[in-house]
């Protein structure tokens, strides 16, 4: 059975830095790209960023860019999220979210945690 | 960026109705690279339709995707009270990958 567990999620003030991880059972790991997406309370769901199966190509979009980095550690089976220079717009649920397709991804999610909360306050 | 826009935002039927769920693309959404997801309250989205019109794993063939180009349409043909919820269409054909604002499914 596939599991995605986030974790690392709290209460930060502006500007400050957090780092999300997702732990992952149930399935090869380092064939499969892997994303975050967060949701705002409330709101719709919005995409922030994704990584090859070998971690080498990354993307974000661009109301992240320069301020989170995704990262993992495929002996660990471990997708992580670092965030700094948080705003009160990045306040959300954060899911970690599998990709359907191998190496690259294919750009949709065929599973999703649970998802850890950001809250970013001061 | 691609804008996707549900439409209607909220939809009121009944148990054993038939549910028309509305994407529009801002621009061209290559390959029909759009997917379906289902949200219900205090939980993670569900995978429903890929590829336009492909259903995933375990969903139930009373579900059915369509469409191409900068419009697309979720059919559900007989509405059981577990398809009462949040629906979402994504466009993953071009970076960044965007989601539509839902439609809620209401009873």
């Known amino acids: 059975e596939v599991q995605l567990l986030e974790s690392g999620g709290g209460l930060v003030q502006p500007g400050g830095s957090l780092r999300l991880s997702c732990a992952a059972s149930?399935?090869?790991?380092?064939?499969?790209?892997i994303s975050w997406v967060r949701q705002a309370p409330g709101k719709g769901l919005e995409w922030v960023s994704s990584i090859s199966a070998g971690g080498v190509n990354t993307y974000y979009a661009d109301s992240v860019k320069g301020r989170f980095t995704i990262s993992r550690d495929n002996s660990q089976n471990t997708l992580y999220l670092q965030m700094s220079s948080l705003r009160a717009e990045d306040t959300a649920l954060y899911y970690c979210?599998?990709?359907?397709?191998?190496?690259?991804?294919?750009?949709?999610?065929?599973?999703w945690g649970q998802g850890t909360l950001v809250t970013v306050s001061s | 960026e691609i804008v996707l826009t549900q439409s209607p935002g909220t939809l009121s039927l009944s148990p054993g109705e038939r549910a028309t769920l509305s994407c529009r693309a801002s621009?061209?959404?290559?390959?029909?690279?759009l997917a379906w997801y289902q949200q219900k309250p205090g939980q993670a989205p569900r995978l429903l339709i890929y590829g336009a019109s492909s259903r995933a794993t375990g969903i139930p063939d009373r579900l059915s995707g369509s469409g191409s180009g900068t419009d697309f349409t979720l059919t559900i043909s007989r509405l059981e009270p577990e398809d009462f919820a949040v629906y979402y269409c994504q466009q993953y054909g071009s970076s960044p990958y965007t989601f539509g604002q839902g439609t809620k499914l209401e009873i």
């Open positions: 979210a599998k990709d359907w397709g191998r190496k690259y991804g294919s750009g949709f999610f065929d599973y």
């Open positions: 621009q061209r959404v290559s390959s029909s690279s």
């Open positions: 149930g399935f090869t790991f380092n064939i499969y790209a």
